[in-house]
C-alpha cells in the first residue's frame, strides 16, 4: 500500500492538556469541531494514498506478474481513487460548514458524505486484496507452477490466434494463474463484472487451479479447457453459438427440445471441444479422470445445469478425435468408458437426449467447432488449431525427454500435458520426476 504524503489541512493541536481541540468557530462544540476536523483530515490522506502496485513489488522474474498485469489492476484500482476524490470534496466542504457554523444540514451532510467514503474504501480495498493475494502466490512455493500454466494458457491463445484465418487485435494482458482449493478449476473472464471487484469488469483472464491438479500436471487438462472460455469470449463465439447450435440441429431435423439441451451446454461443450482440439487425446484422458465417478454421479441429469451430463461429455469429445484421425485412441477411450458405465447407465439421462444421440452430437460439434464462421476469419476452430497425429509424434518424443530432464526443444508448451500423462502411463519414471521436469522445462521455455 502507498503511502499517503502530508496533508495540507490545518493541524490540529490541543489547546490545553485537559480540553477537547476547538476545531471551529466560536459556538460549535469544541468535540463537535474536532470530529469534522478528523473526518476531513482522514477522508483527505485516504483519497490521496489510495493503495495501488509497485511494478517491481512482486518481483521482476519470470514468475513475477508482468508489467501489463500490474498496470492493469492499477487503473482498476485508479477507478476507486478517483471516487474517493470526489466524495473528499464533498465531505470537506460539509466538514467546513460543521466547523463554521455547526448547522443541522452541515451535520447531516457530513455523516453521509463520510458514510459514502467509507463504501467506496471498502470496496477500493476489497479490489486491492484480491489481487495483493494473487499476486503474492508469485513469490511463494507455487510461483514457478503458475508460471508455467500462465505459459501454457498463453500457448494456447497463440495456437488460436496465429491460425486464424484473419488477423484480430492483440488480446491483453495474458491469462493468470492462481491456485485456489476446491474440488474443479475456474475462470474469470476478461471483462465479465465480478461481485468481488465491485460489479467492476475482470481485466484480464484468471484461470484458478486447485492445488491437488497443480501437482498433478498430468491432470492438467483444465488449462485449455478454462483457456478455451475465455477465447470464446474474446472471439466474440459467446452470444452467436447458441443460434448456430439451434440453425445446425434444425438443419438435422433434430427435436427443438433437444437443440434447447445443447445450447444451454454451449459453453462447457465448446471449451471440452477446443481442448480437445489443442491438446489431443490427452485432453479426453484428463477429462475421464475428472468426470468419472459414481454411475448416479457421472449420468445424473439436470435440466438447469450448464454442464453436460458427464456421461454424454466423454462420447462427444471422443466423436471429435475420431474427427481428427485418433480412430485407435478413440475407440480404446471408448472401450473403458462403456466399461465403467453400462448401457443400464444411460437410461437417468431424458428420453429426448438418448434418442437420436449420436446425431446430437454429430450436430453439436459440427456447429460448434467444423463451421466456418466470420469471428475466425472465416475457418472453422477445427481448421484453426488442430492437434494432429504428427504432434502425437513430437509428444511421445517429449514424454521420454521428461523422464531424464532433457530439453523438449522447440515442443509446444500445451504438448507437455500429454507428454506428461505418456511418462506416467510408461512408468519408467516416478511421478515426483516427471513433475519436477514438467515445471523445470516450463521454466526453461
Not at 468408458?337 to 452430437?361: C, E, F, M, N
Not at 481448421?383 to 530432464?405: C, N
Request: aromatic share 8%.
Amino acid at each position: 500500500m502507498t503511502g499517503a504524503p502530508a496533508s495540507t489541512l490545518p493541524n490540529p493541536a490541543p489547546r490545553s492538556s485537559t480540553s477537547a481541540v476547538d476545531g471551529g468557530a466560536g459556538g460549535v462544540p469544541p468535540a463537535l469541531g474536532f470530529f469534522a476536523l478528523r473526518t476531513m483530515v482522514n477522508a483527505d490522506r485516504y483519497a490521496r494514498g489510495m493503495a495501488h502496485f509497485n511494478p517491481k513489488q512482486f518481483g521482476e522474474g519470470p514468475q513475477s506478474p508482468s508489467p501489463a498485469h500490474i498496470h492493469a489492476v492499477n487503473q482498476l484500482l485508479g477507478v476507486f481513487h478517483k471516487l474517493a476524490q470526489q466524495q473528499q470534496g464533498k465531505l470537506s466542504a460539509a466538514a467546513r460548514g460543521v466547523r463554521q457554523n455547526g448547522g443541522a444540514d452541515a451535520r447531516a451532510a457530513l455523516l453521509e458524505h463520510k458514510e459514502q467514503l467509507h463504501a467506496i474504501a471498502q470496496q477500493g480495498e476489497k479490489v486491492w486484496e484480491f489481487y495483493l493475494n494473487l499476486f503474492n502466490q508469485r513469490t511463494g512455493p507455487f510461483a514457478t507452477m503458475l508460471s508455467g500454466i500462465d505459459r501454457i494458457a498463453l500457448d494456447c491463445y497463440r495456437s488460436v490466434y496465429l491460425g486464424l484465418g484473419k488477423a484480430r487485435s492483440i488480446p491483453s494482458p495474458t491469462p493468470f494463474a492462481y491456485v485456489q482449493t476446491g474440488f474443479g478449476p475456474a475462470t474469470f473472464r476478461r471483462g465479465v463484472k465480478l461481485t468481488k471487484l465491485g460489479r467492476r469488469e475482470n481485466p484480464f483472464p484468471l484461470v484458478m487451479i486447485p492445488f491437488h491438479r497443480l501437482i498433478n500436471p498430468w491432470s492438467l487438462g483444465a488449462v485449455p479447457h478454462e483457456v478455451a472460455h475465455n477465447m470464446q469470449s474474446d472471439l466474440g463465439l459467446w452470444e452467436v453459438m447458441p443460434g448456430r447450435i439451434r440453425a445446425r440441429f434444425a438443419e438435422a431435423r433434430l427435436p427443438p427440445a433437444a437443440a434447447a439441451i445443447w445450447m444451454r451446454w454451449h459453453k462447457e461443450s465448446y471449451a471440452d471441444l477446443v481442448g480437445t482440439l489443442l491438446i489431443g487425446p490427452a485432453y479426453v484422458g484428463a477429462l475421464m479422470d475428472v468426470v468419472g465417478r459414481s454411475v448416479a454421479q457421472t449420468a445424473s441429469y439436470s435440466d438447469d445445469a450448464v454442464h453436460p451430463t458427464p456421461l454424454v461429455r466423454v462420447p462427444l469429445n471422443l466423436h471429435l478425435l475420431e474427427r481428427m484421425g485418433f480412430h485407435a485412441d478413440a475407440k480404446a477411450f471408448r472401450a473403458a468408458w462403456d466399461a465403467l458405465y453400462p448401457a443400464s447407465a444411460w437410461q437417468q439421462l431424458p428420453a429426448v437426449l438418448r434418442k437420436d444421440l449420436p446425431a446430437q452430437i454429430a450436430a453439436a460439434v459440427e456447429a460448434m467447432v467444423m463451421t466456418a464462421m466470420p469471428e475466425l476469419g472465416d475457418r472453422s476452430m477445427f481448421d484453426v488449431a488442430r492437434f494432429e497425429p504428427k504432434h502425437a509424434q513430437v509428444t511421445a518424443e517429449g514424454a521420454v525427454r521428461l523422464e531424464s530432464g532433457h530439453s523438449t526443444g522447440v515442443l509446444p508448451e500445451r504438448f507437455l500435458i500429454g507428454a506428461a500423462r505418456l511418462a506416467l502411463a510408461r512408468g519408467k519414471a516416478s511421478p515426483e520426476t516427471i513433475t519436477r521436469n514438467f515445471y523445470a522445462t516450463l521454466e526453461r521455455s
